[in-house]
């Protein structure tokens, strides 16, 4: 195996890690809120940035969620989709 292969598994597991806990937090929570910021990076790519904030322990926590690549328009219809898959993945309830 690469350096490059090695890198790429353990950058897999910590992605993997690092959305169970966030799966866990979600579904143990009994609200949360959503944050979306839609642009577009310097090599044209739209992105949809997905944020979410949930109260853990009495105090509110903000994470970093998933920044998802928009190959479709910035449509309304296109970020609902790409938010309720997400987020379906994470919290099926």
Do not use: Q
Request: hydrophobic residues 50%; negative net charge; aromatic residues 8%.
């Amino acid at each position: 195996m690469s350096v490059g292969e090695c890198v790429a598994r353990i950058a897999r597991i910590t992605c993997a890690l690092n959305l169970e806990m966030l799966s866990e937090m979600m579904r143990a929570s009994w609200a949360y809120s959503v944050g979306l910021d839609a642009s577009t990076d310097s090599f044209g790519i739209s992105m949809l940035d997905l944020r979410i904030r949930i109260p853990v322990n009495g105090d509110i926590h903000n994470f970093h969620m998933l920044v998802v690549p928009m190959f479709a328009e910035h449509s309304r219809e296109e970020m609902f989709k790409l938010l309720f898959d997400s987020l379906s993945a994470l919290d099926p309830d």
